[in-house]
């Protein structure tokens, strides 16, 4: 038995972590045009939920400090404050949901998929208690080979080398293994790397990987910084329509053909042919309706400001929002649509829905 709750460790461990949402508020503020310095003196947070994102660069933690820092600023007078944690991604924020140790994760749609549904990986785990809230922004895989090993521009390339991919409870770092599963006849095979995106960057550089794959919202940061010095150094692999279907086949269910335009990255002339998945907020079934319709309300309130901290908040609209949701819907998310007018699939209908 534990002497301190899991909670009460996380809640130490990301404690430095507010610093960084308050200077996000700082930056939002300064895009909206707004002041703190007039105003009134508010109550102190009644609610305090913990977000947990993803590894820091990645997008899922960038954009997240976003969210957390409109939601504690446009909340504030109503007592609600929103911390956002890193993590090492989708299915450690599954596994801090199931354990009642978040409140608000960032999660990708297969590994929610069957994470609720209690198949693959969740077998024996089921995570019963997740509820979808909305459908946010899409993500690419950007894989990415050092120019030197690069030969086709595609996934065979990728046979005999080091592949830099996320942590092991990260979400794509299993997208990545499907991916090289629909290879046929690895000979020889590709070796994985596991670890953060920013010494997947400084393994490229060296050498010590000769690819990554840094799945991300589009623009990501990380590869901009990455190919701004000198973009010749770098070369992205493009995913033909059969390995997305290969990909569909060895089980990644809900892989989708993205496209990220020219001229997105710098030295990137033309368009890259690539793969990606949906990023969905999900909670658990046991926080407060209210709560949670308070969120959801000031979150579509607010993309237009959100979207100038990042294009990939234009993708979250009423008529996207369901796209990608196996988990039903909370409480406070229905009663949010329903008020919007939008329809709602009775399989997303929560247990007892009236």
């Excluded at 950007?142 to 979400?171: F, K, M, Y």
Aim: proline share 6%; with cysteine; charged share 20%.
């Amino acid at each position: 038995m534990l002497a301190t709750s899991p909670r009460t460790i996380l809640k130490r461990l990301f404690r430095p972590r507010i610093i960084v949402i308050l200077a996000c508020v700082g930056i939002l503020c300064v895009l909206s045009g707004s002041s703190s310095g007039t105003d009134a003196p508010v109550p102190a947070a009644r609610i305090s939920l913990l977000m947990v994102t993803g590894m820091p660069g990645g997008s899922y933690h960038h954009l997240g400090l976003a969210m957390a820092s409109i939601w504690t600023t446009k909340l504030k007078k109503v007592g609600i404050r929103v911390s956002a944690a890193i993590s090492e991604g989708a299915r450690e924020n599954i596994e801090a949901v199931r354990i009642e140790d978040a409140d608000l994760i960032l999660v990708d749609d297969l590994s929610c998929d069957i994470a609720y549904r209690g198949v693959g990986a969740y077998k024996d785990k089921r995570a019963g208690e997740l509820r979808s809230i909305v459908n946010l922004w899409p993500e690419a895989v950007h894989l990415i080979i050092r120019s030197d090993r690069n030969t086709n521009s595609s996934l065979d390339d990728l046979e005999g080398l080091t592949v830099a991919t996320g942590l092991p409870e990260s979400g794509n770092r299993f997208t990545t293994e499907i991916l090289a599963r629909s290879l046929k006849n690895q000979k020889p095979a590709i070796k994985f790397k596991f670890m953060n995106y920013v010494s997947a960057i400084d393994s490229l550089k060296t050498g010590t990987a000769q690819a990554a794959d840094f799945t991300s919202a589009v623009p990501s940061a990380l590869v901009t910084n990455l190919l701004q010095p000198d973009p010749s150094l770098f070369s992205f692999i493009q995913v033909s329509d059969t390995e997305l279907k290969a990909a569909q086949d060895c089980g990644w269910t809900t892989c989708r053909r993205i496209v990220i335009p020219p001229d997105v990255y710098p030295g990137q002339g033309k368009p890259v042919n690539t793969v990606g998945q949906n990023t969905l907020l999900a909670t658990t079934s046991s926080l407060d309706p209210e709560v949670i319709y308070d969120l959801i309300a000031t979150l579509f309130e607010n993309i237009d400001q959100l979207a100038k901290f990042h294009p990939a908040f234009k993708n979250v609209t009423l008529e996207n929002a369901f796209y990608g949701l196996v988990a039903p819907l909370h409480p406070g998310a229905v009663r949010y649509y329903r008020e919007k007018g939008v329809h709602i699939p009775e399989a997303l209908l929560p247990p007892n829905a009236e």
